[in-house]
């Protein structure tokens, strides 16, 4: 069983839906979260971090834990054609910033 | 502020020979990370530097890398001799030290080396 399990897509809407991006883990020592965008042929650059359960909002981005169901989440308001990327999540193993990714979702927004 | 810099962006060798990566990390990060993304695969952790010392190099895949950072500062990840599952692409990462929160993940990447290896 991988730690972080991410479906890859691909995920297209229309400019200005609300997007919904999943990951599950599978490890409940995991405490630390991130979201990392990626767009094409440039590397992952950290989008939000969340530590625990609970929510956090940063502009048109929203991220959420649950630690109860292994869950975590990043909704996108209002998306916009310059948010088609690939996002990844992510969580920490041990100290140091070792990150175990998941696989991605490519997503694609259309004016 | 330059972020992180790799070298070269793309390689193509052919199974035997051998590749060196290269990465500049931020100016004044002392961990310094490899990462690496294989075809259809996650982007898994290889290896992490804090200035010249290995702190764990655990993801390393087998004994045909080797990775260095003399001086602290730039680091290179030999491939030696190169197989075919190593194509790939290969990021690097810098953090400065957090000291209270070395756990919060915040990685800066280069854009990455692709490797093909044919």
């Known amino acids: 069983q991988k730690e972080v399990e991410q479906d890859p897509g691909p995920l297209s809407v229309p400019e200005g839906a609300i997007v919904s991006l999943n990951c599950t883990y599978s490890?409940?020592?995991?405490?630390?979260f991130m979201w990392y965008r990626q767009y094409s042929r440039k590397g992952p650059e950290l989008l939000m971090y969340?530590?625990?359960?609970g929510n956090k909002e940063d502009g048109r981005f929203t991220a959420q834990v649950d630690k109860s169901s292994k869950y975590i989440s990043l909704f996108i308001r209002d998306s916009q054609p310059s948010d088609s990327a690939t996002y990844l999540c992510?969580?920490?193993?041990?100290?140091?910033?070792?990150?175990?990714f998941g696989a991605g979702t490519r997503l694609a927004v259309h004016p | 502020e330059a972020g992180v810099t790799q070298f070269p962006s793309h390689s193509v060798i052919e199974k035997g020979q051998t590749v060196t990566l290269r990465c500049d990390p931020i100016?004044?990060?002392?961990?310094l990370y490899w990462y690496r993304r294989v075809m259809g695969k996650e982007i898994k952790f290889l290896l992490h530097?804090?200035?010249?010392?290995?702190?764990?190099e655990s993801g390393m895949p087998n004994n045909r890398f080797l990775a260095e950072r003399t001086g602290g500062t730039y680091s290179t990840l030999k491939v030696q001799p190169a197989e075919l599952e190593d194509s790939g692409v290969y990021f690097c990462?810098?953090?400065?030290?957090?000291?209270?929160?070395?756990?919060?993940?915040?990685?800066?990447f280069g854009e990455g080396s692709r490797l093909t290896v044919l």
């Open positions: 990462a810098s953090s400065q030290d957090r000291g209270s929160s070395p756990n919060t993940g915040e990685l800066f």
């Open positions: 490890n409940s020592a995991f405490q630390y």
């Open positions: 969340t530590y625990s359960s």
């Open positions: 992510a969580t920490v193993s041990g100290g140091y910033n070792k990150l175990i």
């Open positions: 100016s004044g990060h002392d961990n």
């Open positions: 530097f804090v200035k010249e010392s290995k702190q764990d």
